[in-house]
């Protein structure tokens, strides 16, 4: 079983709708939480982080922790056509020697026009 | 100001040759990371630069792979007699320090084996 886990979809919405991704986890060590957007053949972007649990928004991204469930979700409002990649979730103990991250499969977003 | 850069963007070679991938990380940053990505997964990680040292290269597959970053910027990974299983993005990121966990990803050296 892999650490984190993640529906690589794809999921295909209408341009305004509100996306929903998640992963799970298993490590209960995790304590940072991010979300990179990837498009294709580029290197991944850091869209958002998160420390521990509860909630954190910029702009129509808002991106949830839930600890006691290990689960994580990132909320895309206002869904545009250039929101079309793959959004990978990524995670990270704290205090270790590395702060190397362990990232999920990634989700294939398409926003149609 | 300027991103992770990487070089080359792409890389094709034969089975059993050496390849060195170069990574530029952004400026001040003392932390480095080198992940590898297949295709349709996630980037996994390789090794860990704090400074000049290798602090963790616990996902290195084998030790036809290492990595130096002699003077704490520009690193190198370099990999020996490539097999075809070695085809993939190589990732490298970089953060300010360590103990902070925002890391930024270059563009990625495709490299293909055949």
């Known amino acids: 079983q892999k650490e984190v886990e993640q529906d690589p979809g794809p999921l295909s919405v209408p341009e305004g709708a509100i996306v929903s991704l998640n992963c799970t986890y298993s490590n209960s060590a995790f304590q940072y939480f991010m979300w990179y957007r990837q498009y294709s053949r580029k290197g991944p972007e850091l869209l958002m982080y998160t420390y521990s649990s509860g909630n954190k928004e910029d702009g129509r991204f808002t991106a949830q922790v839930d600890k006691s469930s290990k689960y994580i979700s990132l909320f895309i409002r206002d869904s545009q056509p250039s929101d079309s990649a793959t959004y990978l979730c990524?995670?990270?103990?704290?205090?270790?020697?590395?702060?190397?991250?362990?990232f999920g499969t990634g989700t294939l977003l398409a926003v149609q026009p | 100001g300027a991103g992770v850069s990487q070089t080359p963007s792409n890389k094709v070679t034969e089975k059993g040759k050496y390849v060195e991938l170069r990574c530029d990380p952004i400026?001040?940053?003392?932390?480095l990371y080198w992940y590898r990505q297949s295709l349709g997964q996630g980037p996994e990680f390789l090794i860990y630069f704090q400074g000049t040292g290798a602090a963790d290269d616990s996902g290195l597959p084998n030790d036809r792979f290492f990595a130096v970053r002699p003077e704490g910027s520009v690193s190198t990974l370099k990999i020996q007699r490539t097999e075809r299983g070695d085809s993939a993005v190589y990732l490298c990121?970089?953060?300010?320090?360590?103990?902070?966990?925002?890391?930024?990803f270059g563009p990625g050296t495709r490299l293909t084996v055949t």
């Open positions: 990121a970089s953060s300010l320090m360590h103990g902070n966990y925002e890391q930024y």
């Open positions: 400026s001040g940053h003392t932390a």
């Open positions: 990524a995670m990270s103990e704290v205090g270790g020697a590395t702060n190397k991250l362990i």
